[in-house]
């Protein structure tokens, strides 16, 4: 199948930088995404990444690199706020733009 | 900004039940989704559709089916409801292309007993 993998939970400490990882098979996917959800709300959506490299976006950033099938969420200067979960998915080859999940990784932020 | 509308937030139903959970997105997406969410196992794909009357599985159809009668509406169907369909189903739409963010209603909260 088409596996994405991320860990199940992490936490920070308020002012910190954290990084999120992701993995999946190679061979599968065209892009990856991140979301944030947090609990009880909808997904929205916080970075695409198509190319190998860094994209940044304010305190957070996304990385990719397409040849060993990783990508990571950093997320600077870290806020109560951005306790949530942190979902990686990718978009299939084929078509549609339908995307695939990992699990989530929860994140607590403390004081 | 777009907006995705999932008719109900709270759903009780029983066992045997036909369900319908409607979905409506106001940005003339082509793309419409329906996922459910549980505790672990993340959100996974029941059917999506790319256009008008036009649908594809997912990796979990089983027990469901859709309706795309108009661009805006996706609607999902539970024919014969049963508790281990018990879930979060959030329903999302998207532009044609590649690369283009899905964007998700609040979701249902389905409980079957």
């Known amino acids: 199948g088409q596996n994405i993998d991320q860990p199940t939970e992490m936490t920070a400490t308020e002012g910190a930088i954290v990084q999120i990882n992701c993995t999946y098979q190679?061979?599968?996917?065209?892009?990856l995404f991140w979301y944030q959800q947090h609990a009880g709300e909808a997904p929205t959506f916080l970075s695409y990444?198509?190319?190998?490299g860094l994209e940044e976006k304010g305190r957070f950033s996304s990385f990719l690199s397409r040849s060993k099938g990783y990508s990571y969420l950093l997320l600077k200067e870290l806020q109560m706020k951005d306790s949530a979960s942190y979902l990686c998915?990718?978009?299939?080859?084929?078509?549609?733009?339908?995307?695939?999940f990992g699990a989530g990784t929860r994140l607590a932020v403390h004081p | 900004d777009v907006k995705v509308t999932q008719s109900s937030r709270y759903l009780v139903k029983r066992t045997g039940e036909k369900v319908f959970l409607e979905c409506v997105q106001d940005?003339?997406?082509?793309?419409m989704f329906w996922y459910r969410q549980d505790p672990g196992l993340g959100l996974r794909l029941i059917y999506f559709?790319?256009?008008?009357?036009?649908?594809e599985k997912g990796d979990i159809p089983e027990g469901y089916s859709v309706s795309r009668e108009k661009k805006e509406r996706f609607s999902l169907i539970l024919e014969s409801a049963s508790t281990n369909q018990t879930s979060m189903y959030l329903c999302?739409?998207?532009?044609?292309?590649?690369?283009?963010?899905?964007?998700f209603g609040n979701g249902t909260r389905l409980t079957v007993t």
């Open positions: 998915a990718g978009t299939p080859s084929g078509g549609y733009n339908k995307l695939i």
């Open positions: 190679t061979s599968g996917f065209n892009g």
């Open positions: 990444n198509v190319l190998d």
């Open positions: 940005m003339d997406h082509e793309n």
């Open positions: 559709s790319y256009d008008v009357k036009m649908k």
């Open positions: 999302a739409s998207s532009r044609g292309q590649g690369g283009s963010p899905l964007h």
